[in-house]
């Protein structure tokens, strides 16, 4: 049974970096698409991008100057980096297995990390 | 980015009810839809991909139909572990979107 098990800081102020990891216990990274999602009250589900195994990667146009995500395949974990954060970026993020092919559905997920971003 | 609008916004149903939700996309997304379910603190799980498919694991109560812009997602006997809300998710287009969710309660 695949496992993602998140972790990153909580709390960040304006113009700081979001970084995130995600370790995939039960399944290799290759042959999947992991993606990143976030939640929150004011916009809801928001999908921000995916990357292979290979690093390959799709983002979300409204984030791609500001996202970068990477693969540490020695460590069968996924990264997310999110520069400049302000009040907006405050969310729960998640990591998601995704498919062989990009763009396709998430599962499963990681339990969530609640990030806010206050001065 | 496609539009995709859920409805209701909410339900309230007794146990044993078939329950209906649909999701409208605002451009044709042919059969490029998933529904999820996300129980209270808990991050969404994946119930049905590629418009009718039902996930591994998945209770048969649940399905889905559709294709093109209009999609109906149904709880053919609602059970009291089904409070949660529901989202449909495109993936035709980049950037998948979501709807804003069901929320479904047990009268």
């Known amino acids: 049974q695949v496992q993602l098990q998140q972790w990153g800081a909580g709390l960040l102020r304006p113009s700081e970096t979001l970084s995130l990891t995600c370790a995939v216990d039960?399944?290799?990274?290759?042959?999947?698409?992991w993606s990143w999602i976030r939640q929150s009250p004011g916009k809801g589900l928001e999908w921000i991008g995916e990357?292979?195994?290979?690093?390959?990667?799709k983002y979300n146009p409204s984030l791609k100057s500001r996202v970068a995500t990477s693969v540490d395949t020695s460590k069968n974990q996924i990264s997310l980096k999110l520069t400049s954060v302000t009040a907006a970026d405050t969310a729960i993020y998640y990591c998601a297995r995704g498919e062989i092919t990009i763009l396709s559905w998430c599962d499963p997920w990681g339990q969530g990390t609640l990030v806010t971003v206050s001065s | 980015d496609i539009q995709m609008t859920q409805s209701p916004s909410s339900l309230s149903a007794p146990v044993g009810d078939r329950v209906t939700i649909t999701c409208q996309a605002s451009q044709d997304i042919s059969k490029y839809l998933n529904w999820y379910q996300q129980k209270p603190g808990k991050a969404p799980q994946l119930l049905i991909y590629?418009?009718?498919r039902l996930q591994r694991g998945v209770p048969s109560r649940f399905s889905g139909s559709g294709s093109g812009t209009d999609f109906t997602f149904t709880i053919s006997s609602l059970q009291p572990e089904d409070l949660a809300t529901y989202y449909c998710?495109?993936?035709?287009?980049?950037?998948?979107?979501f709807g804003g969710g069901t929320k479904v309660e047990i009268k």
């Open positions: 590629d418009t009718s």
């Open positions: 998710q495109q993936y035709d287009n980049l950037p998948p979107t």
């Open positions: 990357i292979n195994h290979t690093g390959s990667t």
């Open positions: 039960g399944d290799s990274l290759s042959g999947y698409y």
